[in-house]
């Protein structure tokens, strides 16, 4: 049987598994109620030039400072559950969010997927959800049907996927999961977009509650809103592209983005036209709204141990 590519990328030495520690962050709270499967999150996919959390954090930063300082496009995306299963060609895609309508929907949207993901590999970050839980090969038979659900190999798929389209994840254009979440919530953030130009392309904007949470950090971006449906963003992004495009103010710095499997193409595409970073933003978009039912509460790496804000 042939090695999966990510079999390769452990066998080289390019990638580990290491405990993803970021300064002030505490997940405690939140692995007390979910632990066996929570604790495995913290352990994820390094590349083998970075040695802590800390420093994908700060890489990070970097690569979104010198995109607004020199207007170059910088996609980021995060990758998980419902992107693997979409990119199976699964309706299991459909978890909080409705991504896709059948799988001949996803089908034919595949191209315009595949066409994104290469362009994100090359000017921006892919961020997707690699660790042991997700890595584990499926077995057949009883015991299979006792393990638990994250026990899977959905990461795997998702690997061969990009290889097979040419795609790899590198030292350059991979960054874990969870360091998006942990930047976002971060001052280190806040301080960049302090009198920045922000737009939030989303289904849903409280501007008043979104504004607070940047004055508890002393940031006071200028916020924009470009709507986004609340659905099925991953199949009818073309019908929908210039309309979200068309609304974003021609001087943004940087957009936060919430838009389920689709947020892909929309980070990619945003980032190319107005040459900005476009950060996939997700369930932080759902804490800056006040709306952290929606992503059916809290979330690894968004609470810090001592909090700064109170939204």
Not at 14 to 40: A, K, P, W
Not at 268 to 275: E, G, L, M, N, P
């Amino acid at each position: 049987m042939a090695a999966s590519t990510f079999d390769k990328m452990i066998e080289s030495g390019e990638f580990r598994f290491h405990h993803l520690v970021i300064g002030n962050i505490d997940n405690t709270q939140l692995i007390r109620v979910n632990v066996s499967d929570m604790i495995e999150e913290e352990f994820c996919l390094f590349h083998k030039n970075i040695e802590t959390g800390d420093e994908y954090v700060k890489h990070l930063h970097n690569s979104i400072s010198l995109s607004i300082a020199d207007r170059r496009p910088l996609p980021v995306v995060r990758f998980a559950d419902g992107e693997y299963a979409f990119y199976r060609h699964s309706l299991h895609c459909n978890g909080l969010y409705r991504q896709a309508e059948s799988v001949e929907a996803i089908r034919n949207a595949m191209p315009i997927h595949v066409e994104a993901l290469k362009t994100l590999a090359e000017q921006g970050k892919l961020a997707p959800l690699i660790f042991a839980g997700n890595t584990r090969k499926k077995k057949n038979g009883f015991l299979s049907m006792l393990r638990r659900s994250r026990n899977d190999d959905s990461a795997i798929d998702f690997l061969d996927f990009l290889s097979c389209e040419g795609i790899s994840l590198t030292g350059r254009n991979y960054v874990p999961f969870y360091v998006i979440y942990a930047y976002l919530t971060s001052q280190t953030f806040a301080d960049l977009i302090n009198g920045r130009n922000v737009c939030i392309v989303n289904s849903e904007f409280n501007g008043e509650s979104c504004t607070r949470w940047f004055s508890a950090f002393s940031s006071h971006p200028e916020i924009s809103f470009a709507e986004v449906p609340a659905s099925y963003v991953a199949t009818r992004w073309t019908t929908i592209k210039e309309a979200v495009l068309g609304s974003i103010p021609a001087r943004t710095d940087l957009c936060l983005v919430g838009a389920g499997v689709g947020a892909l193409m929309a980070c990619v595409d945003i980032a190319v036209r107005f040459a900005i970073p476009v950060i996939d933003a997700g369930h932080v978009l759902n804490m800056m709204n006040r709306r952290e039912d929606k992503s059916n509460g809290a979330r690894l790496y968004t609470i810090r141990k001592l909090e700064k804000h109170s939204c």
